[in-house]
């Protein structure tokens, strides 16, 4: 075989990589489509995060048009395939008013991390960056430690210095950052995060897993690709 075919075969098979990686990078580690890709994460400064005393976390404007609840595990797996496929699209919905988020973080996960509470400790992280209330920062940071960041079930996971390398990342304070490093709301969000998962137990029974995304009494099918439109109509 010449050198020139040698050449050629090896430029097709770089481009046919790079068709599978841009492909891979358009689809959610499910196979299913990634939602409005390329929107990224909250922009309007005009969305808002609140912690409240439960450790509730709503993001979303003062009037938005409807709020539903979303159950999850910083490590679950299922968790980071839902905000990956449908979080940009959510994001969207947010800004547009049409949508807000009351997220329920719980920690039942927390024996399948490297350090047996690191569910607990991004809880924490996540109610310090809140707390500050910026919507955008708030949302770039639940995107980056569901997606990018998230450390697989069984595996090792982030020590609070590296969550707080997120939260700066996300454009958070420093402050928030030294909340979040300093672990200044584990003892809190270990007990919040009881409180949710008792809420979601209560709802589902020995059946309670994440995620769960809820409006009302209505649990809705995340698997149903169309349901942050049917939601937002």
């Given at each position: 075989m010449?050198?020139?075919?040698?050449?050629?075969?090896?430029?097709?098979?770089?481009?046919?990589i790079a068709?599978?990686?841009v492909?891979?990078?358009?689809?959610?580690r499910?196979?299913?489509?990634i939602?409005?890709?390329g929107y990224?994460?909250?922009?309007?400064?005009?969305?808002?995060?609140?912690?409240?005393?439960?450790?509730?976390?709503?993001?979303?404007?003062?009037?938005?048009?409807?709020t539903?609840?979303?159950?999850?595990d910083?490590i679950?797996?299922?968790?980071?395939?839902?905000?990956?496929?449908?979080?940009?699209?959510?994001?969207q919905?947010?800004?547009?008013?049409?949508?807000?988020?009351?997220?329920?973080?719980?920690?039942?996960?927390?024996?399948k991390?490297g350090?047996?509470?690191?569910?607990?400790?991004a809880?924490?992280?996540?109610?310090?960056?809140?707390?500050?209330?910026?919507?955008?920062?708030?949302?770039?940071?639940?995107?980056?430690?569901?997606?990018?960041?998230q450390?697989?079930?069984?595996?090792?996971?982030?020590?609070n210095?590296?969550?707080?390398?997120?939260?700066?990342e996300?454009?958070?304070?420093?402050p928030?950052?030294?909340?979040?490093?300093?672990g200044?709301?584990?003892?809190a969000?270990?007990?919040?995060?009881?409180?949710?998962?008792?809420a979601?137990?209560a709802?589902?029974?020995?059946?309670?897993?994440?995620?769960?995304?809820?409006?009302?009494?209505?649990?809705?099918?995340?698997?149903?690709?169309?349901?942050?439109?049917?939601?937002?109509?």
């Amino acid at each position: 075989m010449s050198n020139r075919t040698t050449y050629a075969l090896g430029a097709v098979a770089l481009v046919l990589i790079a068709g599978i990686v841009v492909l891979a990078l358009k689809w959610g580690r499910d196979g299913v489509a990634i939602r409005n890709d390329g929107y990224g994460p909250v922009r309007d400064p005009g969305v808002h995060s609140v912690l409240a005393p439960d450790g509730t976390i709503t993001l979303g404007k003062a009037d938005a048009a409807k709020t539903i609840d979303v159950y999850e595990d910083p490590i679950c797996p299922g968790c980071g395939s839902m905000e990956r496929t449908y979080g940009q699209e959510i994001a969207q919905k947010i800004d547009e008013g049409k949508l807000a988020v009351r997220y329920h973080l719980v920690n039942f996960l927390d024996p399948k991390s490297g350090s047996k509470n690191y569910s607990t400790r991004a809880i924490a992280a996540n109610e310090c960056v809140a707390e500050a209330g910026s919507g955008p920062v708030y949302s770039k940071f639940h995107e980056l430690l569901f997606t990018s960041k998230q450390p697989k079930e069984g595996g090792g996971d982030l020590s609070n210095d590296e969550l707080g390398a997120i939260a700066r990342e996300a454009g958070a304070t420093e402050p928030v950052i030294q909340c979040v490093t300093a672990g200044t709301k584990v003892a809190a969000a270990k007990i919040n995060a009881k409180t949710a998962m008792d809420a979601l137990t209560a709802k589902l029974g020995d059946k309670a897993a994440t995620p769960a995304v809820y409006d009302g009494d209505t649990k809705i099918d995340v698997n149903d690709s169309e349901w942050v439109v049917s939601l937002t109509k």
